[in-house]
Structures are given as structure tokens and as C-alpha cells.
């Protein structure tokens, strides 16, 4: 009898194939069948720990060796190794799961990414999935939602809203139809875990969409994709059709009574879109333009029916919430952020990916234990948390934990949980300037404050820069930045100035600097 293929995992994940992935998977294939060596290769998602992309694992009987970061020219000199038994090379990074990126880690959410075959959804029953799902179609829609509310779990996309309470209020409307909307148009800057998600376990937030859909009534659900994700697209759609044809999803919920059809809808290429009313008026088929609030899109939501919007990093969460209990997820973190994180760390770093870590870790834990510091080798000068909207903080402030809390009394926020790192080569008010800029060119324009405030502080910004009457453009700008935050309809625009303040109190000197001509840009 011959002996089973040698499982070797290849990621399939967007930033991976970025790297030459689909290259290394390709001569993988080749050099083993050339060798006449039996290999399955497994196109898996990625572990987190880009630096090391293409990250090469090979199944052995202790466990998976990891190799990285492999390139196609590498290959033969792996099999030369001993590769396909985990045999020693200079790429040879150990076990997987003791790689200290990975020990440090409270994975929840991530826990089956880069272990399991996307795709299989007996690979993915296989590692717990569908476990919640299964406990949930024994509860009542309000017992999900108390389990919900109790496990602290508060929504990933920005605002930190408490999930439990949204959809208590849904679960409460009155309403022949409901409907459960995923927004996974990450836009932030430095965001990269939906994308990762979707590419490496789509089926758990199908599966967290599902227990909504139970808890609160509804029968369709809408992924609203970012447009620049086509991996991520692809993966999704077949990944629907897969659970629909296993009877997971669609006119019978896993054999229930319960129905839950799903659909992917791309979004329509605006950062504007990730705001929730924006994001159902697209869904809509109309402009992207920011709904005015009441009504709450609990109560008047999508086609003007009770709807639930969550993150995807929100829904998730929920498989693993009644799995566990909500007892279980509340004991990670800390005061009003319980549960995990998943924080992505990119900018100027030695070690950038993503990191699921219970809500306490400090900021300087995660850039400098984890993420080994700046690439450039120079100073950290400034951090931005909470993507283009998000405060600067200072190489004095990294010692801040990260909690909702903690960060808002600091006047900064967590957002989606990505984090840029930035030297100190970097000028902060030309960093101010492009939080302006940015807002300017993704306004939707339906408020005044945003739509013309943001156009005015690139203004400000020019003259400042170029050294025009400082003193009085400066009172200008903080005028103009209080206006925009009390004043603008969403926190697009009232959120704009909380990058620039934060740059302006921070870092002053570089609002007073020898006027530098704006064609530098």
C-alpha cells in the first residue's frame, strides 16, 4: 500500500500571492512529482506574519514546520533538505504553533486561519465550525441575544456600539421582513483582517450572519464587499454556494425551520461607503450618500426594514460566543472591552501582520515585542490608530492599552484596530494636510460642515505650510476643527479633525517649521 501524500500548505491569501505564492505552490508541484514524491498541496489562509510571506508549512507527525519566507528558486534546494519531512534549511522556522508571533497570541476569531483549507467545510466542522450555529437553533432568538449582550462583545467596525443591545432592538421591531448586513468594506488604512477572514475561513461569518438571522428573525443577509477585494470575492461565492449545497444556509437553516438566504454585493469603491446608512442606500442601488439618523437602521434599515449592521469582525465573534458562552468570552479583556482584538499592524515596522490579542495589551507591546520596532531602524516618532480618521500618538504615548476607553480619554480611537507606524523622518503637518485632502475626496458631500470644511482646511493647511500668517491660520484651523466635529452629519466629517488636532498638539514644531514649497509634495 503506498503511503499517504505529504500535506504541504501554500497560502492562498492576497498578500501572499503578492509575494510569489502561486509561483512557490507551482514549483512545489513540479519538483515533487519530478522527484516522484506524493504531495497534497493545500492552498490554506495566511498565519498573520507577512514578513515571513510566502510562509510554507509541511505536515509532519510532530506537528506543521514552517518555512519562510519561500520563494520559487528555493524550492529545490527545500526538497534537497528534506523538506517534505520537515528536514533542516536555512528557511526552516519550526513548528508553526511555538513561533513566538503565535504563542503570544489569544486567537478566537482567527483561530482556524492558516490552519484549515478555506474551502472545506468538513475541514472547517473539523476544527469546531458550525458548533454555534448548531447551539443557537436550540435557543430562542431573545436567548441569543442575551448571550450576545452578556459577552461584552461591542461592534469591530469603529464606534464600539455594545452588538447585544443592536440586536435586541432588532429581535423587538415589529416587521414581516428583516434583514442581517455584513459590512466588510474595509477601507481604513492599515486594515487588512475582514480581507484576511474571508480569504482564509470565509465560512464563519456566514456562519456568525446565520445565528443573527435566527436571533432576530431575519431571512436574507448582504455582504457588502470591498470592490478592491477580488480574492476575497471569489472565495466568498463559492464559499456561500458550498454551505447552501450542504444545507447550512438558505430555505432550511441545517435542516431547521429557520430560513437564511445570502448574498455578496460589491461595494461601490468610496471610503464614504463603510459608514452604515451610506452603505444601505448603495445597497439600495442609489448614491452613496449619508442618511440622516433617526431612524436607526435597527428600526429602518435596508428597503426602510428592521436591519442589523455588524462588522464582520463582529459577526465573526458570535460562532465562538455560543459555542463557549458568553461567560467565557466576557474573561478576555478588561472594564468595558471584552473579548479579543484583531489588531493589524503595518507602516514602518520590521514584523507587520495581523495579532488576535485580548483588549489590555499596550500599544508598546505590539510595536516593539511583536512588531521588532521600525524597518527604517530610526526612532518612532508618531502612531496612528484607528485608520485615516484615527489620532496620532506620540513615542511617549505607546504605553497606552488598547481599550476603548483607555484610548478616548487620550482623545484618540480604536477603530477597526489597525495600526501605522510611522519614523521620525515623518513631517505631521503634511500628515494633517492629507487628513483634510482625504476627507475632501471622500466626502459624500451631503453636509456642508464636511463636504466644504474639509476643502477649507487643505487651504489652511497650504498656508500654514508655506508659512502665510501662521499664527492666525492656526486659530483657523482650530476654529474650523471644531466646527467639523459639532456640526458634520456623520463622523466623516466629524471625525477629520481628530488626526489633525492631534498632530497640531503633538508635534507643534512641525507647524512652525522654515515654509517649505507645497511642489515637495
Excluded at 295 to 311: C, D, E, H, R, S
Excluded at 317 to 331: C, K, Q, T
Aim: a neutral charge; aromatic letters at 6%; charged letters at 20%.
Amino acid at each position: 500500500m503506498s503511503a499517504a501524500p505529504v500535506r504541504i500548505f501554500v497560502p492562498i491569501d492576497a498578500a501572499a500571492l503578492s509575494v510569489g505564492a502561486e509561483a512557490v505552490a507551482q514549483a512545489i508541484a513540479s519538483e515533487a512529482a519530478a522527484r516522484g514524491l506524493a504531495v497534497e498541496i493545500v492552498r490554506n489562509g495566511s498565519r498573520g506574519m507577512l514578513w515571513l510571506e510566502p510562509l510554507v508549512e509541511v505536515e509532519t507527525a510532530e506537528g506543521r514546520i514552517a518555512y519562510g519566507p519561500v520563494a520559487a528558486r528555493d524550492v529545490p534546494s527545500l526538497f534537497d533538505a528534506g523538506f517534505a519531512s520537515g528536514g533542516a534549511h536555512p528557511l526552516r522556522l519550526g513548528k508553526t504553533e511555538e513561533l513566538d508571533w503565535m504563542k503570544r497570541q489569544q486567537r478566537l476569531t482567527f483561530e482556524r486561519v492558516g490552519v484549515i483549507d478555506p474551502l472545506s467545510i468538513s475541514d472547517y466542522r473539523a476544527h469546531g465550525g458550525f458548533k454555534g450555529l448548531e447551539k443557537a437553533l436550540a435557543l430562542t432568538g431573545g436567548e441569543i441575544v442575551e448571550a450576545v449582550k452578556a459577552s461584552g462583545l461591542r461592534g469591530r467596525g469603529g464606534a464600539g456600539f455594545p452588538t447585544g443591545i443592536k440586536w435586541k432592538t432588532v429581535h423587538d421591531a415589529k416587521a414581516e421582513q428583516k434583514y442581517i448586513v455584513c459590512n466588510a468594506d474595509e477601507g481604513d488604512s492599515g486594515t487588512f483582517a475582514d480581507r484576511m477572514l474571508f480569504e482564509g475561513d470565509p465560512y464563519l461569518t456566514i456562519e456568525g450572519m446565520a445565528i443573527a438571522a435566527i436571533a432576530v428573525g431575519a431571512t436574507r443577509g448582504y455582504i457588502y464587499l470591498r470592490s478592491e477585494y477580488p480574492h476575497a470575492h471569489r472565495m466568498l461565492q463559492r464559499a456561500i454556494l458550498k454551505a447552501e449545497a450542504a444545507g447550512m444556509i438558505g430555505a432550511s437553516v441545517m435542516g431547521s425551520s429557520h430560513a437564511f438566504h445570502l448574498e455578496v454585493r460589491l461595494g461601490a469603491g468610496a471610503y464614504i461607503c463603510g459608514e452604515e446608512t451610506s452603505l444601505l442606500e448603495s445597497l439600495e442601488g442609489k448614491r452613496a450618500i449619508v442618511r440622516a439618523k433617526p431612524p436607526l437602521p435597527a428600526l429602518q434599515g435596508l428597503f426602510g426594514k428592521p436591519t442589523i449592521v455588524n462588522n464582520v469582525l463582529s459577526f465573526a465573534a458570535v460562532p465562538w460566543i455560543l459555542d463557549h458562552g458568553a461567560r467565557a468570552y466576557a474573561d478576555y479583556g478588561m472594564g468595558r472591552s471584552r473579548g479579543t482584538l484583531p489588531v493589524q499592524l503595518g507602516g514602518n515596522v520590521k514584523r507587520g501582520g495581523l495579532i488576535e490579542l485580548a483588549f489590555g495589551i499596550t500599544l508598546r507591546e505590539i510595536i516593539e515585542d511583536m512588531g521588532g520596532g521600525t524597518l527604517s531602524g530610526r526612532p518612532i516618532r508618531a502612531v496612528q490608530v484607528g485608520g485615516p480618521l484615527g489620532a496620532y500618538l506620540t513615542a511617549g504615548q505607546l504605553d497606552v492599552q488598547m481599550d476603548y476607553e483607555a484610548l478616548a480619554a487620550m482623545r484618540a480611537m480604536l477603530g477597526h484596530g489597525g495600526i501605522v507606524v510611522f519614523d521620525d523622518s515623518v513631517d505631521m503637518a503634511r500628515q494633517a494636510r492629507f487628513a483634510f485632502e482625504f476627507c475632501a475626496k471622500e466626502s459624500c458631500g451631503k453636509c456642508t460642515p464636511c463636504r466644504i470644511g474639509a476643502t477649507r482646511g487643505v487651504e489652511v493647511m497650504d498656508r500654514i505650510i508655506t508659512g502665510t500668517e501662521r499664527p492666525k491660520n492656526i486659530a483657523v484651523l482650530r476654529d474650523l476643527s471644531k466646527l467639523m466635529t459639532d456640526a458634520s452629519l456623520c463622523a466623516m466629517g466629524g471625525l477629520t479633525p481628530m488626526p489633525v488636532l492631534s498632530a497640531l498638539n503633538h508635534f507643534p514644531e512641525d507647524f512652525d517649521r522654515p515654509p517649505l514649497p507645497l511642489a515637495a509634495e
